[in-house]
């Protein structure tokens, strides 16, 4: 092999892989629960613009892609990634650009196709079915613990928008797991460790069943996207009165669907704020 071939072999090797070609693990091995016969594929739409993001619609068949870190920099930590976009579609910038910063800080990503409740002829329910998907991933990434090289007791969930929707439903109601059950994913908690909620749509969220048993939060948002701004603060005060530690974070300027996209105003560094809470919360110790 000549020196050139060499080098571009190893390239190949090195080089991040992209979505496309990233392992996707299904969350049921047959129809999902409430999918059964359902036989449409997905929609998968590429960036109308510059800039823009990857759409995907038509989830019938809830799945996780991981993007885990390099086994020297893993931390054990793990989350599941819910991306945005109104249970019409799943805005990809939300989930492939935040698996690749988690795994860069050690942290294994599962980035979620949740099935959507508000696209056109959905048979689905916001607060059922994506819930459900939700649930069953933080069972598979338990039951796959060693072979994922996570921690079972730090795994947790991460929703932007509708996504955080999910998230925060996934952290209200959650069950222990069924010991007797066949299916060996289905004995395992569903119960995330920590959440984080990142203007998150969850005006129809009813905060009645926040206990101390509640997950941990970190919160954020902008002033200048009103529902999230209105909201934020009851889950906080909520959280506060049953005991459950939690962290608020309401930047002055920012809007809505930024991501982890690099922007010139202060809401940009809202992951590092995150980076030191999970570290404060000793989410991030190696163990």
């Known amino acids: ?4 071939a060499l080098a571009l072999s190893l390239c190949a090797f090195s080089a991040p892989l992209s979505p496309a070609t990233r392992p996707e693990h299904p969350l049921w091995p047959g129809d ?7 036989a449409i594929g997905e929609r998968v739409e590429p960036p109308a613009k510059a800039g823009g993001a990857v759409r995907i ?4 068949r ?14 054990g930590a793990a989350i599941v990634v819910a991306p945005g976009g109104g249970h019409r579609y799943l805005a990809m910038h939300e989930g492939y650009d935040v698996g690749e910063w988690l795994a860069s800080r050690g942290i294994a990503a599962f980035v979620l196709k949740y099935r959507l409740a508000r696209e056109e002829g959905s048979k689905y329910r916001a607060d059922v079915h994506p819930v459900a998907d939700a649930h069953r991933a933080i069972r598979t990434i338990r039951h796959r613990a060693s072979e994922w090289r996570v921690d079972p007791a ?14 925060l439903r996934a952290s209200l109601a959650f069950d222990a797991g069924n010991s007797t059950a066949a299916d060996p994913v289905e004995r395992q908690s569903s119960r995330p460790d920590f959440q984080i909620l990142v203007y998150p749509g969850i005006r129809s969220v009813s905060l009645d069943a926040v206990s101390k ?3 941990p939060a970190f ?30 974070h309401i930047y002055a300027r920012g809007g809505h669907g930024y991501g982890i996209r690099k922007r010139d105003m202060p809401v940009s560094t809202w992951t590092a704020r995150a980076e030191e ?10 163990k």
């Open 277 to 286: 809470w999970l570290a404060d919360m000793g989410l991030l110790g190696r």
């Open 32 to 38: 999902a629960p409430g999918s059964e016969g359902v």
């Open 219 to 248: 919160l954020i948002c902008a002033h200048d996207d009103p529902s999230p701004a209105e909201r934020i603060p009851n889950v906080y005060l909520a959280l506060l009165k049953a005991g459950v530690p939690a962290e608020m």
């Open 62 to 75: 809830p799945s996780i892609t991981l993007y885990a870190p390099p086994p020297s920099a893993a931390t």
């Open 213 to 215: 048993n509640t997950p």
């Open 154 to 167: 730090r795994v947790g969930i991460m929703g932007f928008s509708a996504g955080g929707e999910v998230a």
């Open 1 to 4: 092999m000549s020196l050139k």
């Open 57 to 60: 619609s038509r989830v019938h």
